[in-house]
């Protein structure tokens, strides 16, 4: 699986945003486990640039991880700067689940009820508002109303 190439521009973008995020994934003396390249697929997948630290003092050993993860990851090296390594994958797009039947859940809503004379405080009132209910302009709680829907459209469907 090759890596995904970027030209200078797009990874010096890519430098500019990781310069701010701090190690998500730190390999050890044990190097490149299988449990450490899968830790470092899931970071990809949920933030898509990641940082990697690397306590190693072999600087080549260095260069051969960025390019193996790179290789087998589908993913873009960034940076290798230090015992730092920064790569990048796009985000798989997450798809939402549908809601079906499903109306809006209850809500807790603060209703202000100023007094008439203006020299008491006004009252705050918390009202539970159902998802087939809706606060009217007085601070009444009404219930929504079905849509009136003709007679011909309700034959027609």
């Known amino acids: 699986m090759p890596a995904i190439h970027l030209t200078p521009s797009e990874r010096k973008e890519q ?9 998500v994934v730190f390999v050890g003396g044990d190097g490149l486990t ?8 899931h970071a990809l997948d949920a933030h898509g640039l990641i940082k990697i630290r690397v306590f190693s003092d072999d600087r080549a050993a ?14 873009a090296p ?12 796009p985000m798989p797009t997450k798809e939402k689940a549908e809601r079906e039947g499903r ?10 009820k100023f007094s008439k004379s203006g020299n008491h405080r006004p009252q705050v ?5 159902l998802g087939n209910q ?3 302009a007085g601070g009444e709680l009404k219930r929504a109303r079905k849509r009136a829907v003709s007679p011909k459209k309700a034959a027609q469907s």
């Open 15 to 23: 430098r500019a945003i990781a310069h701010h995020l701090d190690p």
């Open 78 to 89: 960034i940076q290798h700067i230090g015992k730092l390594l920064v790569l990048w994958r």
């Open 62 to 75: 260095r260069e051969a991880m960025l390019v193996t993860l790179s290789e087998e990851l589908r993913a």
């Open 125 to 129: 009132k918390k009202i539970k508002v």
């Open 103 to 112: 109306g809006a859940g209850p809500k807790v809503v603060k209703v202000l």
């Open 34 to 41: 299988p449990a450490v390249v899968r830790e470092i697929d």
């Open 134 to 136: 809706r606060i009217a």
